[in-house]
């Protein structure tokens, strides 16, 4: 990342400054001299490099070196070299760069003796500077690499949970469609019966009708209040804790789910084998209650008037299965599919799976669907 415009336009006038102040502190009580004339150009070429610098380190560092190894005047921008490369560039290189700057002033040493100090000190003096310049550039170029970084895992923080709160709400809106399927299509399939009741039969009394009527009615009634039940229950955070919306159903509730099929007229033919009722875990109980719900359903829509034979069975530390038996009445070759034929076993197969358990439907060769499912059931 290269500094700003001011930022290079500040640090070239500040060597500019220093690169006057070396050379008139060399020159002040002498006229001039060819070696004056040296440093005049070593320094203007010295800070005509520094944008450079900012492109090119390695190269214009080395240059940089080379005037400074000619005369003192390059010794500032060449300081700044070593600094920037070390800063931009990988510690072999930026050593490399030190190692030239250190050689430029070992040179320059020779060339121009500093009064008051040996040539031993001067070269410890050399070699610390330059150690210090890369040591002060690789700390800053780690340091910007761990702030990139960190920006980096950052915006992969944030891209992550954006993603996490789009999968969320998919998951609400599976979760929201799986629900209303699963009371809406059974709730509408009963009054669908009731409705079919009263088109094929308009010879019935007035009592029967009447009530074949307020059974409808009733359903549509209840129809709306369990979606409005559902939606509010969806909505409310932590829904399936105790206590909190609209109970969930339970193994225990299946006698009353077959009893709306055979009140609307479904012979349904219910087995419970399931040994110790009260101990089915929770999750698989609602679970076995919509895959009942769902063959009910279904069997309502696809055979109508056809009996239904719904077992269920099974014991702790083994598996809680469920089977569902109708026979086919329509030929799926000639008959127009129902509408939303599939989706609720699609969506059941899902919720099975989620709960851990296996779900499979088949056409059995003796012309019935068959629905059978299992869920785990630990000891």
Known sequence: ???????????????????????????????????????????????????????????AAF???????????????????????????????????AAAGIVAHVVQGLLYPAGGLSFGWWLVLVVVAYAALAGWGALGRARHGLIVSLRERAH????EQGRRIAEARIAERTQIAREMHDVLAHRLSLVATYAGALEFRPDSSPEQLSRA?????????QALGELREVISLLRDEGSDEPGSGRPQPVLADLPRLV????DAGVPVRFDNRVDDPGSVPPAA????????????????KHAPGQAVAVEVGGSPGGRLVVDIRNP??????????????????????ERVRLAGGQLDHEITPGGEFRLRA??????
């Not at 240059?63 to 920037?84: D, F, G, H, K, Q």
């Not at 009527?213 to 009634?221: I, N």
């Not at 086919?328 to 197969?349: H, I, K």
Request: hydrophobic share 50%; glycine share 10%.
């Open 63 to 97: 240059a940089l070196a080379v005037l400074a190894a000619v005369s003192p005047a390059a010794t500032p921008p060449a300081t700044v070299a070593a600094w920037y490369t070390a800063r931009s560039r990988s510690f072999p290189v930026a050593s490399g760069v």
């Open 285 to 300: 109980g609602r679970t076995a209650y919509r895959v009942v719900q769902e063959g009910l359903t279904n069997a309502r």
């Open 156 to 159: 992969r923080a944030e891209a």
């Open 213 to 221: 009527a307020g059974v409808v009615r009733a359903g549509v009634h």
């Open 374 to 379: 299992w869920l785990p059931w630990p000891a």
């Open 328 to 349: 086919v009445s329509r030929d799926p070759a000639t008959e127009p599919a129902v509408p939303g034929s599939g989706v609720g076993l699609v969506g059941l197969t």
């Open 259 to 262: 009893g709306e099929s055979l």
């Open 1 to 59: 990342m290269r500094p700003p415009v001011a930022v290079t336009v500040a640090v070239t006038l500040a060597v500019g400054a220093l690169v006057a102040l070396s050379v008139v502190g060399r020159h002040v009580d002498q006229g001039v001299t060819a070696a004056l004339i040296v440093d005049i150009v070593a320094g203007l070429v010295s800070c005509a490099l520094l944008p450079v610098l900012l492109r090119r380190p390695v190269p």
